[in-house]
């Protein structure tokens, strides 16, 4: 079907304002060829349209008029359910992006009220006959934009109903369970024992009282107390050097060691001796 016109259908054509009354008979007539002879057809120019006070109720609308014309008007006249053709002329090498070229009249539609349904090249054996009429360029294609309007009332409202969801819908696709490992069977009893930290060497625990290495002394100790030095008798400028860091002097031999008693003998490793 080249046209949504049914035989009982009230049919609108809509046309240049400078279309004569012979050419306009003539389109009548290749248009009842194609559809099946409307009872009722009526046929509007442009201005007429424009200026008249639309209190026709229509089904069908057919524009052939090359003008803009508010798609809003169109919507107040058509009944429910109808629809509206919008023809286009439009250049061959075009007519594949069609959706493209004629993308601000479907928007428009749209924005009006109406639901787009289609764009299509119009195919007739009346096509040449009617480009000729309508005073199109015969190289060119016409192209038709059809919508429809809605069934319902503006303002109308409709219970929505939603599908259930799935139980498994957050599921992986393969719902079958796989054999997991036990997390609990990755540790033996043994791999949570927490280990124990040694707070002190085995030297020390040997004797509390005095720091002395074992025969067979591994942890360092034993070299330690080889490698210290004893300083004896050292000689001081100020004579407050037992007091602490905070009376010494910056080349004093005791700089870093706790204080101690006038006289008592001082036992520094190596590496603590002087300190530059």
Not at 41 to 54: A, G, L, N, P, R
Not at 77 to 101: A, C, F, P, Q
Not at 174 to 188: G, Y
Request: glycine share 4%; hydrophobic share 35%.
């Amino acid at each position: 079907m080249i046209w949504p016109v049914k035989k009982e259908d009230k049919l609108l054509i809509l046309v240049d304002s400078i279309m004569n009354e012979n050419d306009i008979q003539k389109l009548i007539g290749e248009i009842n060829k194609i559809t099946e002879h409307c009872n009722e057809i009526m046929v509007m120019k442009w201005t007429e349209f424009q200026t008249s006070d639309h209190e026709i109720t229509i089904d069908v609308i057919l524009s052939f008029a090359s003008q803009a014309i508010p798609t809003s008007k169109f919507l107040k006249i058509l009944n429910h359910g109808g629809s509206i053709v919008l023809h286009k002329s439009i250049k061959s090498e075009k007519k594949d992006e069609i959706k493209d070229v004629f993308a601000s009249d479907i928007l428009q539609l749209g924005i009006s009220g109406f639901v787009f349904e289609n764009i299509e090249i119009l195919n007739s054996p009346s096509i040449h006959t009617i480009k000729e009429l309508l005073g199109y360029d015969s190289n060119n294609d016409i192209c038709k934009i059809v919508a429809k309007k809605p069934s319902y009332e503006a303002g109308s409202n409709v219970t929505l109903s939603f599908p259930k969801l799935k139980t498994n819908i957050w599921k992986v696709d393969d719902v079958i369970e796989d054999d997991l490992i036990n997390e609990d069977s990755l540790l033996d009893e043994e791999d949570e024992i927490k280990p124990i930290k040694p707070t002190s060497t085995a030297c020390d625990i040997a004797d509390k009282k005095k720091r002395k290495a074992c025969k067979d002394c591994t942890c360092g100790l034993s070299k330690e107390l080889n490698d210290a030095v004893e300083i004896k008798n050292e000689s001081s400028s100020c004579g407050n050097c037992y007091l602490g860091d905070a009376f010494r002097c910056g080349s004093c031999p005791y700089l870093g060691t706790p204080a101690f008693k006038p006289g008592e003998k001082v036992f520094l490793p190596n590496n603590q001796v002087t300190i530059e």
